[in-house]
């Protein structure tokens, strides 16, 4: 069984305003194995960004058990710093600053000797591809080649887990795939992720295993796909030579759309493999030929939309 990079249990977190305590966490379970990227998703005050504080020992819970990196949030709250890199929404880096020079900075905090430092730098560079832009203000930088310093920064300690707040937030597309790039060599290279963003398409490109809180409450957890087939919507299409094997699908399976002028016949499905298996087997005994076959399922912004409304309207 692979080792859980961060293992929580019931973590809770309110806070008291004028109108009296505010729960912003409601008891979370968190499952995240290491080498993988796991990804949290939610509306804005859903709770995002608290349970990111919590994980990273910036702020306390008020209740629940955790383990970052194998080590007792509470009890060992510095070895957890120490395995940990943290890149928030909004940059870390000094603009004043060549990015060599935030870089050597930030090896200096890490207490690396000189020569270490340096060669580490010099690693990130190449590996950043910043090494033409090494000796220039980081002001100079665009947004893309910002961020990619800031993941850098990031990376002088090796950390074994990397918290990505909102990484490609104001970037261009271009600029948002190299990091998407990034991402994945750091977690073919062992490190765990553990993403927070508001680009639906980012988290289903990325994320291994994708969680869905609101109103400080897990509604949801899976794969894109398990999350995608909870969604009405999904359809098989079917596409026929002509219109004697589109009849006689549409007569067999007693439901579906049929068009015959595209010789096609849409049917409701989940789009599981289980299902799809048990369609075509079931095609197949009745010597049924099909020409072409489609699975449609709905995107995480369907996910997103109506699970999150469906937690609204439960709890008004």
Do not use: C
């Amino acid at each position: 069984m692979t080792p859980l990079a961060i293992a929580a249990t019931g973590l809770r977190k309110s806070y008291r305003d004028k109108t009296g305590d505010k729960v912003v966490l409601d008891g979370i379970d968190l499952a995240v194995p290491e080498g993988t990227i796991f990804s949290l998703l939610g509306p804005n005050g859903a709770g995002k960004t608290t349970t990111v504080q919590i994980l990273s020992t910036l702020i306390r819970a008020d209740a629940g058990q955790v383990q970052v990196a194998g080590y007792d949030l509470d009890r060992q709250a510095d070895d957890v710093r120490g395995a940990i890199g943290v890149t928030g929404q909004y940059s870390a880096i000094d603009k004043l600053l060549t990015g060599v020079e935030n870089l050597l900075l930030m090896a200096d905090l890490k207490h690396l000797p000189k020569r270490e430092g340096k060669q580490k730098a010099k690693e990130l560079l190449e590996q950043f591809d910043l090494v033409e832009a090494a000796n220039k203000p980081a002001a100079t930088y665009s947004g893309g080649m910002q961020r990619r310093l800031d993941l850098a920064m990031t990376l002088v300690g090796d950390p074994r887990l990397i918290f990505l707040d909102e990484p490609t937030t104001g970037l261009d597309p271009r600029s948002r795939r190299t990091m998407w790039q990034i991402v994945r060599e750091l977690v073919a290279s062992g490190v765990t992720i553990f993403l927070t963003t508001q680009y639906l398409e980012e988290a289903d490109q990325l994320a291994d295993r994708i969680a869905l809180v609101d109103h400080g409450r897990l509604i949801a957890e899976g794969t894109a796909e398990e999350l995608k087939r909870r969604i009405p919507g999904g359809h098989v299409k079917l596409t026929f030579a002509d219109t004697h094997p589109l009849d006689a699908a549409h007569r067999l399976l007693g439901t579906g759309t049929a068009d015959p002028e595209a010789l096609t016949l849409q049917v409701p499905s989940d789009g599981s493999v289980r299902a799809i298996r048990e369609l075509l087997v079931l095609l197949d005994e009745r010597s049924i030929d099909i020409d072409d076959m489609s699975v449609h399922t709905p995107d995480l912004d369907d996910v997103f939309l109506t699970l999150t409304g469906q937690q609204k309207e439960a709890t008004r």
